[in-house]
C-alpha cells in the first residue's frame, strides 16, 4: 500500500500547505540570512553606542574609595560588551579569511 502525502504534491489544490521547491526554499534562507546580518550590523552599531555613552557617564564620575553597587555593574556590563564586539570582529577577521 503506497501512502501519498498531498503537501509534497507539486500541483494539489488540497494539501495542507503550499509546494516550497529547493530552489526557492534556498532563495528564502539566503534572504533571511542576508536580514539577520543588517539586523546584526544595526544591533551592533547601538551596543557600541551605548558603550561609549556609559563609559563617557563614568570618566565624569567623580572618584570614590568605594564604588557602589550600580557604579561596579554598570563598569561589568560596559567590559562585557567590549568583550562581545572585539570576539564579533575577530570571528569576522577569522569568516574573511577563509573565503
Known sequence: MIFRRPELEKDNPIAPEPYVGPRRRL????????????????MKEALQALV????????????????????????????KADEVLAADTRSKGLRKARR
Open 27 to 42: 532563495a528564502m534562507a539566503r534572504a533571511a540570512a542576508l536580514k539577520n546580518e543588517a539586523d546584526a550590523g544595526k
Open 52 to 79: 561609549r555613552a556609559a563609559a563617557r557617564f563614568l570618566r565624569e564620575q567623580p572618584n570614590v574609595s568605594k564604588p557602589g553597587k550600580n557604579l561596579v555593574a554598570l563598569r561589568d556590563a560596559i567590559a
